[in-house]
């Protein structure tokens, strides 16, 4: 047996053993918890967790002011108490997400249109009876041109939509406009049962429309850009496959 081809078939064997292993695994762990509730994992340091990242966040510039002793209020400051709604960059705020909408369009067109058109050259110059020479003899100088057309359209069209979504995502101050207006982003994401739920928004609010709880509501988001989807077992199956998407593109009928 060449060696090329026994690695290929070792290598082959290992995967098969791993799987077999992690499965009798997974297993033992099923069997152990019959007639009982599953255990709780136990505390540890979340930032072994698998797929946890050292995150970078953009930040405000540092701030610097001089300590004046004896002083109850730090130099720089407007107010006694501070205000906890975001306002710089680096701050988080909750968008709230709520729609309910219905839409429903009917459209019908109907066009029709006919011509009709006759021309005839009796007389033209004492020559029309020379034509015969140059077209057949059939020729009839009062009948030589003669057409119609008919044009008939009917289209209708319907649509009827429904969308209701409820959510709230944290999103982050990412920059501060010359006009005091915030930019905003933020990404959410949720595995159930290998699908992935991914939810993202984007855009511009005012300082002014954030609540006294820190929040904000989609509406008041300018230029918004919310996107919800998922991928994973469920989407792939709800999704045609790309030969069909390959067809309904370059299919002429």
């Known amino acids: 047996m060449p060696l090329e081809i026994y690695k290929k078939r ?8 791993m799987a077999v292993v992690l499965t009798a695994c997974n297993t033992l762990d099923r069997l152990n918890e019959v007639g009982s509730a599953p255990k709780l994992s136990e505390i540890r340091d979340p930032s072994g967790l698998a797929g946890v990242e050292p995150v970078s966040m ?3 510039l540092a701030n610097l002011s001089e ?3 004896n002083s109850l209020w730090k130099t720089g400051s407007r107010a006694f108490f501070r205000d906890q709604r975001a306002t710089r960059i680096g701050d988080i705020l909750t968008v709230v997400i709520s729609i309910d909408e219905k839409a429903q369009l009917q459209n019908e067109t109907k066009r029709t249109r006919e011509n009709s058109e006759k021309d005839a050259m009796p007389n033209m110059f004492g020559y029309e009876t020379d034509l015969s020479k140059v077209l057949p003899d059939t020729i009839d100088p009062t009948s030589l ?15 009827n939509r429904s969308e209701k979504i409820d959510l709230r995502v944290a999103a982050t101050i990412i920059q501060v406009l010359p006009n005091g207006n915030l930019v905003l982003a933020g990404k959410q994401q949720m595995t159930v049962n290998f699908d992935l739920r991914e939810l993202q928004i984007s855009g511009v609010i005012r300082p002014e429309d954030i609540s006294s709880d820190n929040t904000v509501t989609y509406d008041q988001i300018a230029e918004a850009r919310i996107s919800y989807g998922g991928r994973g077992s469920i989407q792939d199956v709800q999704q045609p496959r790309y030969g069909s998407q390959i067809l309904d593109i370059i299919m002429p009928f």
């Open 58 to 60: 953009p930040m405000p």
């Open 145 to 159: 041109v003669k057409t119609s057309s008919s044009l008939s359209n009917n289209g209708k069209g319907s649509v």
């Open 67 to 69: 300590r004046q002793p």
């Open 10 to 17: 070792s290598g082959l064997l290992l995967l098969a053993s």
